[in-house]
Every structure is written in C-alpha cells, then in structure tokens.
C-alpha cells in the first residue's frame, strides 16, 4: 500500500517558509544520512530553486549510516550546483561549530556585522533538526521528541550579531511519488504510525537487509538466512523472539516482530545501515521509467488537514 502523509499544519509552514525564504541566505537542509534523497523534500528545492539559494545539506545521523554509502552521497551532492554537502552528528557540538564556516562559503557577500548570514534550518520530520538547533544554540531551544512533527512553528534566532539561524517545522510534502520513498521514511520514523502498517514496511525494510546486509541480520537475530525471503525474515525473528499472540497458540505476532526489527534498525543496534545509495537510487529510478504506472485520480492524491 503507498504511503502518504502530509498533516493540515505543514500546509501552513509551508507558506511561512515560501514568505521566510525570501529573507534568508542559504538553506541549510538536514537529511537522514541512512535515506538522504528519499527523505529530501522536493518542496524545499521548488521554494530555493525560485528564491535561487545556496543549499548545505547536513547528512545527519551519520553514526547510524553506512560510511562506503554516505561518501558517496556527500561526492554525488558536491557535484550539484550551488551545493555543498557534509556528515554530522547533530548530537555532536564539534561536527556543529564547523557549519556556520561552510554556509559562509555559500554567500561570501554576508560576511560582517552589518550583514550577518541568514540560515534557514529545513528538513522532513524527525530528521534531528531540533538536535540541531540545540546543539547550535548550546542551550534547549527546540523540542526534541521520538515522534515526527514536535515542531509546529517557525522561530528566529540571533546567534550573533554575524549569524541568523531560522529554524522551521519538519515537513513532508502533499505526493510521495515512489512507493520505496513512503516506506523508507516510514522505517526511519519520519511518517507519523497512523499512515502505516508496521508489518508492511517491516518488510520492506527486511527485504533491503537480506539482500545488502545479511551479516548484520544474523550476527543480531542468530537464525540462518537461507531460503528466507523478507516475510519470511519477520516470521523468523517472531519466533526467535517469542511473538506469540495471547490465546492463539502458536501463532506469531508479526506486529511486535516488526516494531523489534523496526526498533533495532532506528536506534542502530542492527549496525550502520543505509537505506539507498546514488547507485540503487538511479536503478529504482530507471525501473520506474521503464514501467511507468497509471497516476492515481486527483481524489485519490487529496489528504486530510
């Protein structure tokens, strides 16, 4: 089933960004470094592209990501213009301190205390922008929450008089196109679980695991992989863990199997995990063209506010 979700409010921060955007210098765009171009939202590059600003994509997370696929997102964006890119740790105020420098790069123009550098802060929900700010700031400035969408508007900071920090709500946007995006974001916990079914993306996530990082899967859950597909890789983890339903007998709770798979990829207990590379993100792309889909009707795309 395709995933979509886009709550009434982010219509809202969307129009406050397309008003803010005018009045800053570089966006600096946050991205889950495990799913760094399924989980860019194509809203912001629409908003930057018209206003025609510089972007420092953060490829946050970077510690929960597979380092051979991270540099290879951070050359594939260094490639783009009027784009840099670098991995952090949000969490991490070493990582943090060097960014104000590289946005400096991005408009050389705003360079003095009667043109301080205005930063606009963007990303999807749940990608650690509040982690961020807070880190940015050294002092709580933004909620931080396991749940997507904690911040629910926009707040200006000056950190200096050389240096505007304008932090935004995460957003998602109306029209997930690719299925594999929905469920990617939805593994990495940027879609609120009233859009889902943990099984199904469970799944999802199980299938990329057996076929790009099967070692991780049985050094974590012990079982032997052969002649398992993805569901059968949740059923298995059911019955190595005990998911049982209460007074069924031996039926397996494949929904608690998930949340433990799910859970163990989130927090990295799996290992360092990414979810696409520049490389597989070019095949899905071409297997897409190649095998265009009937768009869904108008009424079919509309969400609830």
């Not at 709550?7 to 921060?13: C, F, L, S």
């Not at 018209?50 to 997370?61: E, M, Y």
């Not at 380092?67 to 260094?78: C, F, K, L, M, Q």
């Not at 900071?157 to 050389?162: A, G, H, K």
Request: charged content about 25%.
């Amino acid at each position: 089933m395709p995933i979509q979700w886009f709550p009434g409010h982010m219509t809202t921060a969307r129009k406050k960004a397309a008003e803010t955007m005018a009045q800053i210098d570089v966006v600096v765009e946050v991205l889950d470094a495990r799913l760094p171009e399924a989980g860019s939202n194509p809203m912001i590059h629409e908003l930057r592209h018209f206003r025609q600003r510089p972007c420092l994509k953060l490829l946050n997370k970077v510690d929960l990501a597979d380092p051979e696929a991270t540099r290879a997102w951070i050359d594939h964006y260094n490639r783009q213009p009027g784009v840099m890119a670098v991995a952090i740790s949000a969490k991490k105020p070493g990582d943090v301190a060097k960014l104000a420098g590289l946005a400096q790069k991005l408009a050389p123009h705003r360079d003095d205390n009667f043109k301080p550098l205005r930063l606009m802060i963007m990303g999807i929900p749940n990608v650690g922008k509040s982690t961020l700010m807070n880190t940015w700031v050294k002092r709580k400035v933004a909620a931080v929450g396991d749940e997507p969408a904690v911040t629910k508007s926009q707040q200006r900071i000056n950190l200096s008089p050389r240096l505007i920090l304008v932090d935004t709500p995460g957003m998602t946007w109306p029209k997930i196109e690719h299925d594999a995006d929905g469920f990617m974001l939805a593994a990495s916990h940027a879609i609120g679980r009233n859009a889902v079914i943990d099984e199904e993306v469970a799944i999802f996530l199980a299938g990329i695991l057996l076929e790009r990082y099967p070692a991780l899967l049985e050094a974590r859950y012990k079982f032997p992989l052969a002649g398992l597909d993805a569901t059968g890789v949740l059923e298995s983890v059911a019955k190595k863990r005990g998911c049982l339903k209460k007074g069924r007998g031996a039926e397996l709770d494949l929904e608690k199997a998930a949340m433990i798979l799910l859970t163990d990829y989130r927090s990295g207990t799996l290992g360092r995990i990414s979810l696409e590379t520049p490389a597989t993100r070019a095949a899905m792309l071409a297997a897409e063209a190649a095998n265009p889909r009937k768009k869904p009707s108008r009424e079919a795309e509309e969400t609830d506010d």
